[in-house]
């Protein structure tokens, strides 16, 4: 290990440290009350493994959600909701306070990094500059200082919003805070003197390395990102690189396995059958993506929530994208030959984008925004030392204008730093505006699931024709949206529109689909349309199915009041066959109620039955004695039935 090269700090680590703590409480002071979105509700509101902390192995059979497969994320929420149970300002502090936590271990990472010997001679001035500017060089490049700048900026740039903001994207910062963690103990464990040090160091490195895998399958290039990290910052090449630390390579390649396992216990896998045309086409969607990550990086805005699935797109469409990444992964290439400091934060960004782009192909989701909570440190630290650089070289030129420049150059930097902020909290404020937010998504990505989600959102805000219509262009590519559009259709008195998009679902049995809720809602609305036997016939079939489904017999009484109603106005209306058969399904559904007994009685009666009548007002009479409409009955059908004898 070499020596670190002295250098000036003009504050000691608490410092920074405050500057950090205040940086994120500033840019997230808002996002308190934002509400639960999206994939809460399953992750949160509906899971029960986060019921209890205890048996742990609870924690593991979380439902097919953003916990999956995260038993990690899933423990960090039973925690929350052991002390708070679904109060969502306490899941919010949580994340804010990981988020911050991962700032700091970044600060570490990054000014340890800045004094090593292989960097420190890039930033520091030579020998010839020392006369007249060492002491505006001493403050401008002080390790602590571009330390400071890298963190505060990747801290609070509005692209790690939603990985804060959004309580389901814990699983991105938990995984931000363990990768931070392992390549820092794996750093510090080289500059440990004693060795049972370097041990514990390392081992800690191991298992903060296992507990990422247990929080995000992006965790993925950890091992390979501190590899690299060794090679470029303590040897001189990889093979001494693993020579010496064999052992520490391995037990962080082996992680991989635990990621493996919690994956196809959740029933999660990277990779499935797919044409040659569907990896094309995946492939051109990650270029895109990696192309607009790397423009929301130099400009936040427009933020977008879900990306949705992958789109049709063509190489001649996708050229410029194509050409840009492939241009940065070859600078990248050459950097780590020629420049390997420099390199290896192009280097680092591609490793640990990756990930993200093998799994999202996977799970149907193009891009997301917290895929760059780890890559966007490399990018924040290659801006803050490019900017120091010039600004050195700059002053260094220029000597008579060097206290302006160095001036001038911290004033952008803090206005860089407060334009990331405001616009953090800007997004923070779209958060607790589920329709403000959807509506930004749609705007900017239209598709299925942020409609769906939009549509939702207006009708809670008391929006209904809004939503619907939203629902309506939802239905298509979400089947989650035609229940909720039959629903809020039957909701305001819709009907037949209601009817037909519940039978539409039924027909294609889509997964993702509650087969017995969306009969049973299909069931009311016939009712509704006073298609009274083919409700009968929906919750007959739920009932068939699901015996015990109290819901289903609840309509089956409903539908047999409704027959009864009928049947009664059919009498008053003199239709007499029709309101037999009314009243006998009445009987039929409602076998044990005094009033339908008595009007299939008085309908039997009106057509000439007297015989029937008195069976059934007896039964009534039975079942309640004091059945007023069952006792005249009963008179007038035993006088019918003398009349009738003689």
Sequence with gaps: ???????????????????????????????LGGPFIWGDQASIIDNQAIRHVWPALNLFSAPNTAVAGHPLVNLSFALNYAMGGVEV????????????????????????????????????????????SRPLFGRLFSTDLLALGATLLWAVHPLQSEAVDYVSGRAELLMGLCFFLTIYCAADARGSLH?????????????????????????LAAPVVVLVYDRVFE??????????????????????????WFLWSAGRSPVGLRSVAGLWNGLLNQVEMVA?????????????????????????????SAVLCV???????????????????????????????????????????????????????????????????????????????????????????LVCAVRTVYRNEQYGDPVALWSSSVAERPHGRSRYELGTSLIAAGSEDEGIEQLRRAAPDVPAAKYSLGNELYAVGKMDEAARVLQELLRHRAAGTDPLA????????LMAQGKLEESSTEFETILRTAPSNGAAREGLTELGTAQRIVAADLL???????????????????????????????????????DEAIVQFREALRIDPGQQEAQSGLVGALGQLRSGRK
């Design 1 to 31: 290990m070499r020596k670190a090269s002295p250098s000036t700090d003009p504050f000691g680590f608490f410092h920074p440290a405050g500057f950090i703590v205040l940086g994120c409480v500033g840019a997230y002071w808002n996002s």
């Design 89 to 132: 300002a306490g899941y919010h502090i949580v994340n804010i306070i990981i988020h911050l936590c991962s700032a700091l271990v970044l600060f570490g990472i990054v000014r340890r990094t800045l004094r090593s010997e292989k960097v420190s001679g890039v930033l520091f001035p030579g020998p010839g500059l020392e006369k007249d």
């Design 195 to 219: 060795p049972t040090h370097q041990i514990l160091w390392e081992t800690a490195s191991v298992i903060f390395c296992a507990l990422g895998m247990a929080s995000s399958e992006l965790m």
């Design 235 to 260: 040897f001189e090449s990889f093979a001494e690189a693993v020579r010496t630390r064999r052992t520490l390579y391995t037990a962080l390649a082996a992680t991989w396995l635990i990621l493996a």
């Design 292 to 320: 607009q990550y790397l423009r929301l990086a130099v400009w936040p805005d427009p933020l977008v929530l879900d990306y949705g699935p992958p789109r049709a797109l063509s190489l001649a469409q996708m050229w410029p």
């Design 327 to 417: 241009a940065l992964a070859a600078a990248a290439v050459v950097a780590f030959r020629r420049w390997p400091a420099t390199g290896f934060l192009g280097v680092a960004f591609f490793l640990t984008l990756a990930p993200g782009a093998l799994f999202g192909q996977a799970f149907a989701e193009v891009g997301s925004e917290p895929r760059m909570y780890v890559a966007l440190a490399p990018l924040s630290v290659l801006a803050v030392a490019g900017a120091g650089c010039l600004t050195g070289w700059l002053a260094a030129h220029f000597p008579r204008r060097s206290r302006f420049i160095a001036g001038t150059a911290i004033d952008l930097v803090f206005a860089v730093l």
């Design 518 to 525: 969306t009969r049973l809602l299909l069931a009311r609305t």
């Design 572 to 610: 008053r209306r003199q239709r007499l066959e029709e309101a037999v058969a009314h009243a006998r399904e009445a009987v039929r559904l409602l076998p044990a109620d005094a009033e339908a007994h008595a009007t299939l009685g008085s309908a039997l009666a009106a057509h000439g039955k007297p």
